[in-house]
């Protein structure tokens, strides 16, 4: 026996008999005295309702006529809480109480109600409702690591509450679609530059505050109004600087200014890469179009002319795909505090956000954090004098110009002691040149940018008949090297001596059997 009393009684037939006692209570009626029931409770407002953590309570009104010992308020998200569910502990015995809800998902709603305890069980108040309040900070700690080339890995400070997140990833800082960019129309007002019908080189800002620069230019000549027109030469083009937000089609309207024929070619370039070759411009008005690009980030635009006749251009256009998103990285829903971010260019500039996310809530955006991948694109070399034309024997023994193009999307060209340079040699493979361009872009230039240089005199030995190779270079500030190689011919101008490859019959002797086989003339020895 623990706790109580033990009486020990005797009958009148010698038995004895024991009655065990373990509580006796004193009432003032018989009914106050055996009525025993489980805990009145009633539930009391919730109040400082906040992202994870809500206060609440109760009022044990009533024991029961038992003691109480535990009470509280139990919630969950759907139905009728039990102290199965959520709960607090907050005491024991009759009166008012607190509790204090906590780990909350912001954004979500929760029923809720008091109860208290004692030895019959557990009882209940009545159920209310509320919604946990939303975000009200957001995600922070945003950085960068690593950045490569075409991929970076982009990592956050967890933010209390959250139950994933959603990123964006961009080409603009604004994160809006970037759609019609704009239009280059050639107001003559705004290029100025000179004597309207002279071939100069012409350098103006437009109305988007775009740089552009043509060479061998004049802007007499009309289509939509005032047009540009390329003089048929060697070295006329057409140029902008860098331009934002990305391309996926160009347009150009084109015309022949001057002289006859339909075949006249001219050549588009995105970033120093031919977009478009041999589009034929002659009488007739018309819009070239070329769709389909992908060029995120910052672009350049440059226009080619053949040289046959002259180009007439207008409106010039440019336009994306209206959104400005990387693909796949528009709201992306993420578990952790991290994602890695791929399928990018090398040498753009990416634009990157953060939210946290519940199933009934979103924070604000972050602050806006850039990264540029790693330039992992050498320098582009194009249009050069050399590329498929034909000189003459007497041309190379005297030497001549070496021109073309360059440029670079990333850190920009290097203009460095011994780039870009360029090596020409001769159809037996002798190295007749090899010099530094003496024209070349200051170091980090980007735009596409003219490349010039001259070799010769070539010594007479050296100078011989056929296919010649020019080997040209540049490198990047980053170390990224380019080369490229062009061919020209080199033919017999019938009037100095030349051979063919390794040809033993030189000079003179060779030219008089030629003579001799060309109008049957009776060879003579040199003596």
């Keep these: ?77 759907n139905g009728t809480p039990t102290i199965a569910d959520s709960a607090t502990s907050d005491g024991t015995g009759l009166g008012i109480y607190a509790s204090s809800l906590t780990g909350l998902v912001p954004g979500q709603t929760y029923f809720v109600r008091a109860y208290a305890q004692n030895a019959l069980g557990i009882s209940y108040g009545d159920v209310s409702n509320f919604t946990a309040a939303c975000f009200s900070s957001v995600v922070t700690g945003l950085y960068v690591n690593p950045t490569n080339t075409t991929d970076f890995t982009l990592h956050w400070s967890p933010l209390v509450g959250a139950t994933g997140y959603g990123v964006d990833v961009s080409i603009s800082p604004t994160f809006g679609g970037v759609g019609n960019y704009g239009v280059e129309p050639f107001g003559r007002g705004i290029i100025g530059g000179g004597t309207v019908s002279s071939y100069l080189t012409r350098d103006w800002t437009n109305a988007n505050g775009i740089v552009w620069t043509a060479e061998k230019a004049r802007t007499d000549q009309t289509i939509d109004g005032d047009a540009l027109t390329l003089q048929n030469a060697s070295g006329a083009y057409l140029v902008s600087q860098s331009i934002t937000g990305g391309v996926s089609e160009l347009r150009v309207t084109h015309q022949r200014a001057f002289g006859s024929g339909e075949a006249h070619t001219f050549d588009i370039f995105v970033n120093g890469t031919k977009v478009a070759t041999n589009i034929t411009y002659g009488s007739a008005i018309q819009t070239a179009v070329v769709q389909n690009l992908n060029f995120p980030g910052s672009f350049t635009i440059m226009i080619t002319n053949s040289g046959s006749e002259r180009l007439s251009i207008d409106d010039v256009t440019w336009t994306n795909s209206g959104s400005s998103y990387v693909s796949g990285y528009e709201d992306r829903s993420v578990a952790g505090t991290s994602v890695s971010v791929t399928g990018l260019e090398s040498a753009v500039t990416y634009y990157y956000r953060v939210r946290a996310t519940t199933p009934n809530c979103v924070s604000d955006n972050s602050t806006t954090g850039s990264v540029t991948t790693k330039d992992g694109v050498a320098p582009s070399l194009f249009g050069f004098n050399l590329d498929g034309g034909t000189n003459t024997d007497a041309q190379i023994r005297v030497g001549f110009s070496v021109t073309g193009m360059v440029s670079d999307v990333g850190a920009g060209v290097s203009n460095g002691p011994a780039t870009p340079y360029f090596v020409i040699r001769n159809s037996v493979g002798v190295t007749i040149a090899s010099n530094k361009f003496s024209t070349a872009p200051a170091n980090g230039t980007t735009a596409p940018s003219a490349l010039a240089g001259t070799f010769g005199p070539v010594p007479q030995a050296n100078v011989v008949l056929g296919i010649y190779t020019a080997t040209v270079s540049a490198v990047d500030l980053t170390g990224n090297a380019v080369t490229s190689n062009f061919v020209f011919t080199v033919i017999d101008d019938d009037v100095d001596p030349a051979r063919v490859g390794n040809d033993p019959c030189p000079g003179r002797e060779r030219w008089r059997l030629a003579r001799h086989a060309n109008f049957n003339w009776r060879h003579k020895s040199d003596g």
């Design 1 to 77: 026996m623990i706790d109580g009393i033990m009486l020990i009684g005797g009958a009148d037939v010698g038995t004895i008999g024991r009655v065990y006692f373990d509580e006796i209570r004193v009432a003032k009626s018989w009914a106050d005295l055996v009525d025993r029931h489980l805990p009145t409770v009633l539930a009391r407002p919730i109040s400082s309702i906040l992202e994870t953590t809500a206060s609440a309570g109760g009022d044990v009104m009533s024991d029961g006529g038992l003691t109480v010992t535990n009470r509280g308020v139990v919630w969950t998200t």
